[in-house]
């Protein structure tokens, strides 16, 4: 079991940046899969990115080239780089984490990530 938590969500302004990040309860080199899903209001749960322990990374085709995601095994966190955001972009965003034997999917609580225009 994994408990997960985001932080770095806010307000900014159209073409600006943020940086989330995803701490894990317990050690993350374990954890094959890793990754950023968003939710925007009305809208189903979307994949952002995501990546695998041997730093393969796979990107949702609205934020290809603008995002970018890393983990640091060490300091057991997940980041999500956002540049050149858009309000399109606005959602809440989670971190998931695949682990165990069940390959079992476990969410933080999320973050808001708010766009201005």
């Known amino acids: 079991q994994v408990q997960l938590v985001e932080s770095g969500g806010g307000l900014v302004q159209a073409g600006g940046s943020l940086r989330l990040s995803c701490a894990a309860s317990?050690?993350?080199?374990?954890?094959?899969?890793m990754g950023w899903y968003r939710q925007a209001p009305g809208k189903q749960r979307e994949l952002v990115a995501t990546i695998t322990n041997d730093g393969s990374t796979n990107f949702g085709d609205s934020v290809k080239g603008r995002f970018s995601i890393s983990r640091d095994n060490a300091q057991n966190t997940m980041y999500l780089q956002m540049n050149s955001l858009k309000p399109e972009d606005t959602a809440v965003y989670y971190c998931s984490a695949v682990a165990g034997i069940r390959r079992l999917t476990y969410w933080g609580q999320g973050t808001q990530v708010t766009v201005s225009s």
């Open positions: 317990r050690a993350i080199f374990s954890i094959n899969l």
